[in-house]
């Protein structure tokens, strides 16, 4: 072959190239201005204030609890669209990657977005550029993963307080004394580490628990329900279970009633996988006490960013109580007709909402 | 010998016919400029170069290391957990503010280098695939890692943080960072380890007839990219001033996806660095042009797997050819 042919392959591959990214720039031409038509004529409906842009930057979106908190936070961008405060809306997915998560925010502030909204990779990692955000003028609301930087609005549940909250229905359900095993989160992981710690200082008032085994999972059926029955399996005289996640308590139920072993306390989360099982089991007597990370923060924080923005003193710190479920109120809770990997939760009314950022 | 050598290198160089391929990828790079530029009319403002550079600059010393473990023939799959170990022991060294940003980078360097060499040892001496020696490791580092630093912290001064990221006197600093590293592979490249790393990857049975100690130089090669990826890790924590013991991670497959685009071969010996710059260069800056189009973040990442199995199907083909 002759280098002539080559050079036209690689000049085709270029052009095509070419092609393709000039298809985007059409496409993101076209949808724009649409976008902005859309809100036009609610937006003359509007007082003073200008309607604004906002983005949410995640870490993760496919998480069956991220779709749910998206879709949560696009039904409340849809009725602030209505009401003429918000202009357009942009998800961006950084698929695990920390720093695309950084590029994502710097675009952001380079398009002059007037609100971001972050579920953050790294607690300390975005800090700056969130600063620098905030610098050049834009409010920022962070929810759920947390960042420790103070410049930012904050939104989120206490990790500690809901590892401390389980932790002592597990201790009184077994009148202080007992043995059990640890089901946590992924090591290094921030989440992860403040509700073991929650949940370490009340088993230390307890010396007669003894924490057989403390065991490190994804927060996902399958990895945890290994790694439970492994440690199971080694300590299988336990009393409770101590898990901070709902598919790790899902896992660890899932496996002593597959192995037709006693049902001992376990602690857990809204997950429907869970709360299904429980409610099946609820009539042999197990119990539990869960908790959620309510997919509404992201539209607190929406709503807070708003409200800052029209001059409502919202403050930096907003904690939204944890929710409790009991085995009195688990039927609330526990959607029969719906997948495992979902989260059921009860909406939190808007005179709540109201009171937490400061209305 | 080293005429033989020298040879033999030229050959396989012009086999590769590198400088058409990085013709090609120069012209991609141009028309993602002008695209790019159209999009943020900032591109070539210093403050914009400042935070792209900053942006860049782990990927592309990153993208340097993999590139080297590459030309020896290897892969190195622990290099996202040695770029976190790297990072996190350069911050818990500046947390306490008794130790200068310099001995805390030395020290951090120090840990990437005998880490990297660590993985060349094993594949040296051991004879194991370097594919299942660095997955091995990035368990290991990984593990390390979260022993130095358990979750998220540490503290990089914030002065350095701000010149850094918002520029020193209108200076990119992580800008001239990259350039500093590249001279210092340029430096290396022309010594006689430089010859050898090509020749030990282009056939190291060749070079170990033509008297070259190929354990020695996969060692080096391997400690070599642990000070590109440690490099990169101090680079990201002044980023992002702090530490965060899992960021590592995604580095791994992207060094590597960076490599390759720029013409480095699987199989070892052939490929320039020059070809990874712009291979780095063209990745990072596709990505943050997708974020401008504002498409779905999912018609994105299948874009970029598109770019880039086209890039190395292209490649394959122009060099099929030319064997031909």
Known sequence: ?359 | MRNRLETAVRLSGRAARGNLDLVGLCGLLVVVLVVYQRLDPTLLEPATITILSAQFLPLILAAVGQTIVMLTGGIDLSLGAVLSLGMAVFVINTADGTMSVVTAMVIALAVTVLAGAANGALVAYAGLPPIIVTLAASFLWGGVTLIVLPQPGGHVPTGLVRAYNLGWYGLALPAIAIAVALVLWKVVKTTRFGLTLYAVGGNEHGAFANGVNTRRVKIVAYGLAGLFTGLAGIGLAIQTGSGDPTIGTPYTLNSIAAAVLGGISFFGGIGQMRGTLLGALLLGLLTNLLLFTGISTFYQMILQGVVLVAAVAVKTLATRERVA
């Open chain 1, 1 to 359: 072959m002759t280098g002539t042919t080559r050079r036209a392959l690689i000049a085709a591959a270029a052009l095509g190239a070419l092609l393709t990214t000039g298809a985007c720039n059409v496409d993101s031409g076209g949808t724009t201005p649409s976008g902005a038509a859309s809100s036009d004529p609610s937006g003359g409906t509007a007082g003073t204030a200008k309607a604004l842009k906002v983005g949410w930057s995640t870490i993760y979106l496919a998480p069956s609890w991220m779709q749910q908190t998206l879709k949560m936070l696009e039904e409340d961008v849809a009725r602030l669209k209505g009401e003429g405060k918000v202009a357009s809306y942009e998800t961006f997915n950084a698929n695990g990657d920390t720093s695309q998560q950084i590029a994502q925010i710097q675009a952001m502030i380079q398009q002059k977005y007037d609100v971001i909204l972050v579920d953050a990779g790294s607690s300390t990692a975005l800090n700056p550029v969130l600063e620098q955000a905030v610098a050049q003028g834009i409010t920022v609301a962070n929810f759920d993963s947390l960042v420790t930087s103070d410049k930012v609005i904050r939104v989120g549940t206490d990790q500690v307080e809901w590892g401390k909250m389980t932790a002592q229905w597990l201790a009184d359900k077994l009148g202080g004394k007992g043995e059990i095993i640890a089901m946590n989160g992924p090591a290094g992981v921030a989440v992860s580490e403040e509700r073991w710690k929650g949940a370490e200082e009340v088993f230390k008032k307890y010396p007669d628990i003894k924490i057989s085994a403390n065991v490190h999972s994804e927060y996902n059926l399958a990895p945890a329900a290994q790694a439970f029955a492994s440690a199971y399996s080694a300590h299988p005289n336990i009393t409770g279970v101590f898990s901070q996640g709902g598919a790790l308590s899902a896992a660890a139920l899932q496996t002593l009633v597959k192995q037709d072993k006693k049902l001992v306390p376990i602690t857990g989360e809204n997950y429907n996988g869970f709360l299904k099982m429980w409610a099946d089991k609820r009539k042999e007597g197990f119990s539990s006490l869960s908790t959620a990370q309510p997919n509404y923060l992201s539209v607190i924080a929406l709503e807070a960013a708003v409200a800052k923005i029209g001059g409502t003193a919202v403050p930096m710190d907003i904690t939204v109580p944890l929710p409790k479920i009991t085995d009195d109120n688990l039927d609330q809770y526990a959607k029969q007709d719906q997948p495992d990997d979902s989260y059921p939760i009860q909406p939190i009314p808007q005179s709540e909402i109201d009171k937490l950022i400061g209305k």
